[in-house]
């Protein structure tokens, strides 16, 4: 064999490369968790950081993998450090990181059942199980797909070969029929992006009315659809966030799903962030009414500890799955017998990761009561920041939390004449340039906010206090 074939397949090499790399990454999460690494996100502009890359890529004095390892961890975020407040990406539980090493060495494709049979099979049993706590019947089922936009773009390619009431894949579209589709403009932007990645255009999103909370306003559901009936639009499905990317709400799915069932339109929940509630007894009430979906989205990397990108796609009828990509209406399927075993006809990918494996290892070997403990003790943590901020007279917070992400923004009374949106952007900027803290902003109705989202397990209250005391000296230095 080729002399640098065999090194790159040599079972020895790997060996020692995996020792070193499991070395190297189990002395980095104790230094996450005893607090060691000062920085959470090392900042570089991308200018500096690529020109730094350019020369470590020609230097040949440390041309080994540990040494390529060590760098790449120095120069990024660090997810599982309690001072990561950004964005909601989970620091993924060590054992579901060492089932997705397994996952890249196997490779096993999944397109067909012969391609990926272990994996396969554990992706029925995943989704059984998520069903089951989801509430949903017998007859519900889905599949895992890469990521929430393509989860919100299946389940939506769904609603409108079920509800446009023709066979639009062989058709296409009827110019006579406005295809629609009611949305929150609190939603994820990957639902807009759906819509038009399937041609509908901005003409097709319905923007419903939110009420003091920032959730759909249900008493004015009906009169957001009456008046688009009568300008001619078909409306075909409804979404509902579980729960907003930007504050952290819950809509109200109950009656969201009386609406729908009313009008016989797709109800679609956009549960990436939240839907992992249900798996908490103490906060399944904010998901109650999910279970009348006819299909959610809940990212595993989210919420549920696993590495991304895992995306649930559930439908209450498991036979409206194969309606995604098939080509045909549900009457011709339900005429066929489908080969569950044959994942592809369900998904946007052919060659699919086997993403089932991360998933089925956390819950064979911790069970339920780990996703119950991560969400419960992230959601009572963001409740009692938010008691602090409410009581503070030098922070304004959005919202009451819900979930696990709390918006507020920085005051300071004692000036005045001062814009505050500059002041949180100015704030949010130097915290991220130096490095100690990670958070991110948002727009709510055009005023700037800072926004937490509390994903690290190890975050206490104390860490929470400390940012506070960060950001009121950020702005006396300012």
Request: charged residues 25%; contains cysteine.
């Amino acid at each position: 064999m080729n002399e640098l074939l065999e090194r790159a397949f040599d079972p020895e090499n790997f060996r020692k490369n995996g020792h070193e790399l499991i070395d190297l990454l189990s002395d980095y999460l104790a230094a996450c968790r005893s607090g060691e690494v000062r920085k959470v996100l090392p900042w570089k502009d991308p200018e500096s950081l690529k020109n730094e890359w350019v020369e470590y890529d020609k230097n040949e004095e440390n041309k080994t993998p540990v040494s390529l390892f060590k760098k790449i961890i120095d120069g990024s975020i660090h997810l599982h450090d309690p001072n990561n407040m950004g964005h909601q990406v989970v620091p993924p539980a060590p054992l579901a990181a060492l089932a997705d090493l397994l996952e890249a060495v196997l490779n096993n494709s999944m397109a067909v059942y012969e391609v990926g049979p272990a994996s396969t099979i554990i992706e029925t049993i995943v989704m059984d199980w998520l069903r089951v706590k989801l509430g949903l019947g017998e007859s519900s089922g889905g599949v895992l797909t890469s990521g929430g936009t393509i989860g919100n773009l299946t389940a939506l390619l769904t609603a409108r070969q079920n509800k446009a009431g023709y066979n639009i894949w062989e058709k296409g579209y009827d110019k006579q029929k406005q295809l629609s589709v009611m949305v929150s403009p609190e939603s994820h932007y990957s639902v807009s992006r759906a819509l038009k990645i399937m041609g509908m255009g901005e003409n097709s999103i319905i923007k419903l009315p939110i009420n003091s909370e920032r959730k759909i306003d249900h008493d004015l559901l009906e009169t957001s659809y009456i008046n688009a009936v009568k300008s001619g639009k078909k409306v075909i499905a409804i979404v509902a966030n579980a729960c907003t990317t930007s504050t952290g709400v819950y809509d109200p799915l109950m009656k969201i799903s009386e609406f729908s069932k009313k009008y016989d339109i797709w109800f679609h929940v956009d549960a990436a962030h939240g839907g992992g509630a249900v798996l908490s007894e103490k906060y399944r009430y904010l998901t109650k009414g999910i279970e009348f979906a006819d299909s959610i989205v809940i990212d595993f990397h989210k919420m549920l500890l696993t590495p991304a990108l895992t995306t649930a796609v559930v439908f209450r009828k498991g036979i409206n799955a194969y309606e995604t990509f098939s080509q045909k209406a549900s009457y011709l399927l339900n005429e066929q017998k489908q080969n569950w075993y044959d994942i592809a006809e369900r998904t946007l990918e052919c060659t699919k990761k086997m993403m089932g494996i991360k998933v089925y290892t956390l819950i064979k070997i911790y069970g339920d009561k780990l996703f119950e403990e991560y969400i419960t003790r992230a959601y009572d943590l963001a409740s009692e920041f938010g008691s602090i901020l409410e009581k503070s007279r030098d922070f304004e917070l959005a919202e009451t939390p819900e979930s696990n992400i709390v918006c507020f923004r920085y005051l300071n009374p004692d000036r005045d004449n001062i814009d505050l949106n500059t002041v949180n952007k100015s704030i949010r900027e130097r915290i991220k340039n130096h490095g100690e803290y990670y958070i991110v902003q948002t727009e709510i109705d055009g005023d700037t906010y800072l926004r937490t989202t509390l994903m690290s397990p190890f975050t206490t209250l104390n860490h929470l206090k400390k940012l506070l005391k960060r950001i009121r000296e950020t702005e006396i230095q300012n």
